[in-house]
């Protein structure tokens, strides 16, 4: 047979990430908050893209308003390409509801009683608050009243690297060599930081932070500067030892010890560190005659339209390209509405599904949580098991029990010691922590202990299971625990 070159036509199919299909993935994936971000620059930079009133019918434009029920050309064009696009969900359901005639959950009182400003919105209490004070800006406050000239400049430098936690993180002969001046100045200096508030704040180590504040309560004598010099006894719970070095008595070393455990191991932060961000719940959660109620917190998002009779406007004697522009607008714009009303029935959809669930955990809390994989909420609902895992992140959901994540609902599962069921490994953590935190300073529950109590209670947990999740939640060992009961008296 002879070899050259030829044409052939061929028919395959294949699965192509178009571009809605990858804007409709990406909206799912974020939250509220990063939703807002989203539209308020799709907003921006889309001329037909508006953001509707709470009265609106959710359009703008009707195509017989102003010729008599006759439709512009250009109009009908646009209608025809609304047509086009929304072929293949001719049954989507309308974003937004009239708030007014549904009965939704409010966050606060203030939720109901019709505050609102000049714009309509309600009002932003938060917007009165001022910003909170950080560490740095209080102690440079204070170089100013304590230094001046080349002082204050030492100062600002040692104040610039202390961190958060109020400790000076660094070498005093690198920053005299770095600065130029003399090692004796930037001491000096140093202890003139270490004077300002909150006290122990320019200490280089937790011994020195606490002999500051020993200092400034006048009770750093030689018995407290020995028991400030060995806190590694202290934490190892060495009485006897600690009673020869420093020389007193079991009353003594008592009142010692309680002094000790009224200073601060990190004074700095008093001041917090970056601002905190609030979390909005994306879901509500609550309980009706009918059953559980699921709904979406629109609160926070702008209600998008598409803005027909402006886009009939522009067309109107425009050029090839410009409406060939208009017309790109016009099915992102569509795109985008459409695409969110997918996104609000999915998360719904998703989060209904974890409602039904996990119902025990709703009504009688953590004990009763099943083992949950995002494979058996997919297999559930019937969508694809990396949509449920997109549904799930960063998003929160609001209910009589507290504000949770929709990832905290998936855990792996326990089994039975008699095999008929399985509960979830965030129940059996709940089981331990309330454990441990009924223990008598006498009776410490060794990890043995506890995995012989959960498995008497119908749980099949080995020891180094209890390790880990004891671990996770951040209690230590059961030698540490007794030295923490002993230190506390």
């Keep these: 047979m002879a070899l050259g070159p030829r044409l052939d036509l061929r028919q395959s199919q294949s699965l192509v990430m178009t571009p809605q299909l990858q804007q409709a993935i990406k909206l799912l994936a974020l939250s509220n908050l990063e ?17 509707a009133s709470a009265d609106s019918d959710g359009s703008i434009g009707d195509p017989g308003d102003e010729s008599g029920g006759e439709a512009p050309a250009t109009e009908a064009a646009a209608l025809d390409a609304d047509q086009a696009l929304a072929s293949d969900s001719g049954t989507a359901n309308d974003l937004d509801v009239d708030m007014t005639a549904e009965s939704f959950h409010h966050d606060s009182v203030s939720d109901n009683v019709g505050l609102s400003g000049t714009d309509g919105e309600g009002i932003d209490f938060d917007s009165f608050a001022g910003e909170d004070e950080t560490l740095h800006g209080h102690l440079l406050a204070q170089v100013g009243e304590r230094f001046g000239g080349l002082e204050a400049m030492v100062a600002e430098q040692l104040v610039a690297l202390i961190d958060e936690t109020g400790y000076l993180r660094a070498d005093l002969a690198e920053v005299a060599q770095r600065l130029g001046v003399p090692l004796a ?44 010099a060995h806190l590694d006894l202290v934490a190892k719970g060495a009485f006897p030892q600690l009673k020869r070095i420093c020389g007193v008595d079991d009353e003594d070393l008592a009142d010692m010890i309680r002094e000790l455990r009224g200073y601060d191991p990190k004074p700095g932060l008093k001041f917090g560190g970056d601002a905190s961000q609030a979390v909005v719940p ?142 979830s490994a965030e129940a059996v953590k709940s089981r ?14 060794s990890d043995e202990t506890i995995a012989q109590k959960l498995s008497a ?29 002993a230190l506390a008296g």
Aim: aromatic share 8%; hydrophobic share 40%; charged share 25%.
């Design 185 to 228: 100045l930037v001491e000096s200096v140093l202890a003139g930081v270490q004077c300002f508030d909150p006290s122990g704040v320019g200490g280089r180590d937790l011994a020195e932070c606490i002999a500051i504040q020993a200092r400034e309560a006048d009770r750093y004598d030689p018995a407290m500067a020995c028991m400030i």
């Design 457 to 485: 209670e119908g749980h099949d947990i080995a020891r180094r299971t209890v390790v880990k999740y004891r671990e996770a939640m951040g209690f230590g060992s059961s030698v540490q625990r007794r030295r923490q009961k």
């Design 282 to 423: 994306d879901l509500y959660i609550r309980r009706t005659a009918a059953g559980w109620a699921v709904e979406i917190n629109s609160g926070t998002l702008p209600r998008l339209l598409v803005n027909r009779r402006y886009y009939t406007e522009l067309a109107k004697g425009a050029a090839a390209k410009s409406k060939a522009w208009l017309s790109e607008q016009l099915a992102g714009a569509n795109w985008l509405v459409r695409a969110l009303d997918q996104r609000q029935r999915t998360i719904v959809k998703v989060a209904s599904e974890i409602v039904k669930q996990q119902e025990g955990f709703f009504l009688h809390g953590v004990a009763h949580m099943r083992p949950l994989t995002l494979r058996q909420v997919a297999e559930a609902i019937g969508m694809h098991e990396s949509t449920v895992s997109r549904v799930t992140s960063n998003k929160y959901l609001s209910c009589p029990r507290g504000l949770f994540e929709l990832k905290y609902f998936f855990s792996s599962g326990i089994s039975a010691t008699e095999g008929d069921g399985a509960v």
């Design 35 to 51: 939703l807002e971000a989203y539209l308020a620059e799709a907003l921006e930079g889309n001329p037909l893209l508006d953001s």
């Design 432 to 445: 331990i922590k309330a454990m441990i935190e009924a223990e008598d300073g006498k009776a410490i529950l």
